[in-house]
Each structure stands twice: as C-alpha cells, then as structure tokens.
C-alpha cells in the first residue's frame, strides 16, 4: 500500500553522470543556472553505503532526503499483522539511480521516517538536508525559491497520488 | 546481509569514527596547547558569528563569496583605523593616567582595610586579632605588578591575538563551511544525521547566544561611557569598556564593574557626591540591562544558575586570572548550549 508513495515520480534512465549532471537532472535542481548547482554541489553531502548497510530507518527522526547516484535503494516497512500483533519488514520497492526518498523531511519539523532504507549493493548517494536548504536560502534566496517551488511540486504531486489512492481505496471498500 | 560483511561494515564505522573524534580532539588540543590561540580563536568566533548573517545577506544579494567576506571585513578595517585614530590616544592616555596612579588606589584599599581591621579588632576587644591587610596587600601589589607594570608583555600578546583573529575569522567564513562539510565526511553513516543536525543547532544557538551578548556589551559599554561623561569621571571610556565586558559574568558582573570607579572616585577624594553620581550611573545601566536588554535579548542569552555562575567564575580566575574570569561564562555556556543539545537530540532522534 505504501509503494506509490516511494515510487519516483520523475524518474530518468541514464547512467554514469557526475554529481553535477545528477543535481542538474533531479527535478529539485533543474531550474538551476550552471553557477547556482555549483553552489548547491558545493553544500550538499556525497556518502557512499555498502550493500546491506541502513541508509535510515522508520521511526527515526529525518533530516532531509537523499538522491541515488549510484545503486539500488531497498525501502521496507514494517508490517504488524492484526490477528498476532507481530511485525516484520516488507519490501515496498526498489529505488535505483536518480531516484531520491526522504524529501518531506525537508519541510518537516522533526518529522519521523515512515520507511527503513537499507542499500541493495554498494551505493553513492547524494545528502541534501534540512540545513543545506536554509544555507541555499539564506546565501541565494532566488536560487531557495526555485528549489522549495520544485520541492512543492514534487509534494503535491506525492498528496495528489495518495488522495487519488485513498478514493480508489474507499471505492474498493464500498464495492 | 551476511556475518562477515557485517563484520566489515562495523569495522569501517568504527575507524570512520575514531578518525572523526581524532580529528575534533586534534583541533581542540591545537587550539588548547598553541600559545595565544584559545583567545584569538574565541575573537575570530565572536566575529564569524557577528558577521556572518551579514556576509550571507551580501552574498544573497548576488555577490561572491570572497566579495561579500571581503566587503565586512574592509569596512571593519576602516572603523577600527578610525576609532584607533579617534579613541585611542585618549584611551592609551587613560591607561598611563590609571598606571601612574595604580599606586594611590591600591594605598586607598590598603587605608579602607586598616580601617575596618583596626574598627574589627576594637569590638573583638584583640581576643583573635584580625589581619587583613597583612593578607591583602601583598596579594594587592603582585595583582598590579601582573596587570599594570607587565602591560607592555600583555599588549605584544594582544598584537599577535589581534592579527591572528581577523585573519582565522576570514577564513572562518570564507570557508569555515567548507571545512565542517569535509569534516563530516569522515562522521560514519550511522551516525551522519544527527551529526550534521547537532552541528547546525548548536552553530544557531551559539550564533544567537553571541551576537546578544555582543550587543548587550555594547550597549552597557555605551550607556556607562555616556554616564560617566556627563557626571564629569575621569577614565570614562576605560571603565565603561570594563563595564561592559564584566555584564557578561552574570550576576557578579555588574557589581565587579563599579569596583574600580568607586576605588577611584574615593582616590581622588570625590567624597559623598562622587559616590552618589556613580551610584545612580551603575543604576540607571544596571536598570536598563535588566529591564530591557535582557528582556529583549533572553532568548537568546544562556540562563546560568546563580551558583553556577559564582563556582565557574572562581575556577576561572584560578586558571586564567581576570581573563579567565571573563571567559568562563561564555565557555561555559557554550558547554550547557552543546549539552543540551546533544542530550534533546539523542532523545528526539532515536525511535
């Protein structure tokens, strides 16, 4: 039930970029001049994860999100069953190059993870975070703009996903 | 995930980390054990944090980053030439005027103490004999000998502090941001968020907690210069200086910084007026300092408990003499800043 949530929305297939060629193409950054992403590489964080390694967990509190450079992302969610109460991991889905998770974090004030994401293989992922978005605001506030207007978009698109879901779920109910 | 990558992976965090914790121990032991370089450290953060907002404004108004470091600093430059050319013939004057005199205020304290020694051993009728100035005066004259007679030793400290600072500072902000990111590349995954996280909210909370006590300082040293001025006391610009820094030792401060100006108003035989007129200027500041600086700027200020206040300032006048006197709240503080804030977060972060 949650995998249209994690699912990328704006996913693109191309391979081996640079770091600059990944901000550029992700949808938070595309509306950035070649100066404005060379500030913006210059604040965010690269962290390079080995296979099976917790890139986050659900239930922790979430600074901000990450895009996948290199890798495949598993997102799990943990389950309890009505009738037992016991709990396990689910595998949702698999986000691979491009994709990103965890951006409500960045507008989210000590926002929990709702998922755990754990590295499928050994993963390069970029970091943007909570405090990199205010540093971008504060130092360019044109160039915030245009990522938080993107970042809108993308959190509409994700609420305009889940309200189409719940009413396709209630209309199952109904039935 | 299979044992033996387990293994490995554990493996990597913990050298990450030790290379982390080895990296900040490093810097602080530098910045501990490098003569002169704890004082210029905590000027160049003082400044970082006084101009930092500023810098990043300039630098949102489209400017590079050298530029908008660069603009701050030059016009920094041109007011400290021109209060150098303005004040500080007045204020090396006043230094020379208070060294020259340093001996008639310490025979003032030495007299005011005989005073009350030969009043105390008169009602105790001499059964345990009071001796006071025995112990106070050689404490008294080795204080001026440090403060005074060594001032040319303290003043080619400064020098070296007030090159040194600037020039850390520049940097600081040119790219003091570049270099935390660098140094949390080495923070393991684990253990990144919340790094990153802790850093940014005890940068903004030391960042608030410095520029109000800068400005409270300000305004006290401006409101005494101005009182002392218009009641016609000698040494105004020193002793409102002086009043200044000490409000940053809460509670004791405002206190300690009438000291002097009594000391030298009853020197100068300036009799029962001298005193009222102080009285009513240390008031007047001491009034407003409580009533609307620290109103105004208590969110930002660390509260410390009072007793807490008294224990750090003795310990730092053990270690460090007057300086450490003025720095240990705000060390201090930056302590209760970071503590609390690591404590909120490990509570906030985990599940």
Redesign the interface.
Known sequence: MMNFMWENLFRKDKNNRTITAKLRENILFQDLSPLEIKMVE??I?V?N????????????????MYIVAKGIVNIYVEEVEAASADSHSALITQLVEDDFLGDLALVEN?G?RSATAIANEECTLI?F???DL??IT????STGVKVLMRLGEVLGARLRETTGKITELKKELRK | ?SPA??K??RR?RLIKLIYFLGLVLGLLLSIVLISNMLVSMLLAFVTFYMLSPLV??I??R?LS?VTATSIPFLVLSLVVVILSVAVSPKILGQIQSIQENSQKYIDVVVHGLQEIESKLNLTLHNIYPVDIRGQVEPFLISWAAANFKKLPEILSQSVTVMVMAPFLAFYMLLDG??II?KI??FVP??L??LT??L??QIGGQLGGFIRARLIETFFISLLTVVGLMIIDFPYALILGTFAGIMHIIPYVGPFIAAVPAILISVANEGGMNGLIGLAIVFSVVLFIDNWILVPFLVAKIVDLHAVTVVVVVIAGAQVAGVLGMIISIPLVSVFKVSFLAIYQHLI????
């Open positions: 210059n604040i964080h962290r994860y080995r296979t099976g390694e917790v890139i986050f967990k659900q239930g922790e509190m979430g600074v901000g000590n929990r970091g975070f909570k405090p205010i540093e504060k130092r360019s506030p | 995930m990558l387990a490995s992976i990597e990043d404004w630098e949102g489209g980053r941001r570049d990111r949390l590349g995954n684990h990144f968020e990153l996280n850093n940014d906030d972060f985990r599940d």
